[in-house]
Nanobody, 123 residues
Framework: QVQLVESGGGLVQAGGSLRLSCAASGLAFSWYGMGWFRQAPGKEREFVAGISGSGTTIYADSVKGRFMISRDNAKSTLYLQMNSLNPEDTAVYYC?????????????????WGQGTQVTVSS
């Protein structure tokens, strides 16, 4: 079955950087769109970034210019490079597989989810 395993979270100071990884198995990774979402305490899970099977990317306005999503199809791995982090970026970050090749911003457009990795940004 499909498995998505995130890693790379941790504690970082404001202004710092982290790179998250999501190792995928059990699917034709290169074909599917993939996305990153995050959920802060007491808030809804929100879209962060997505990348289609062909490499087209989309970002939430709140992270545009600071985060970069990428994928390595040979390694079946999704990445999220996060720069200029601020305390508002503190959340559990989840990777997800899109229902198809394209990606969207709604949770309903994604079928499989990882267990999440905690990112904490201190001020």
């Amino acid at each position: 079955q499909v498995q998505l395993v995130e890693s790379g979270g941790g504690l970082v100071q404001a202004g710092g950087s982290l790179r998250l990884s999501c190792a995928a198995s059990g699917l034709a990774f290169s074909w599917y769109g993939m996305g990153w979402f995050r959920q802060a305490p007491g808030k809804e899970r929100e879209f962060v970034a997505g990348i289609s099977g062909s490499g087209t990317t989309i970002y939430a306005d709140s992270v545009k210019g600071r985060f970069m999503i990428s994928r390595d199809n040979a390694k079946s791995t999704l990445y999220l490079q996060m720069n200029s982090l601020n305390p508002e970026d503190t959340a559990v970050y989840y990777c997800a597989r899109s229902l198809g090749e394209v990606v969207g911003v709604e949770r309903s457009q994604y079928a499989n989810w990882g267990q999440g990795t905690q990112v904490t940004v201190s001020s």
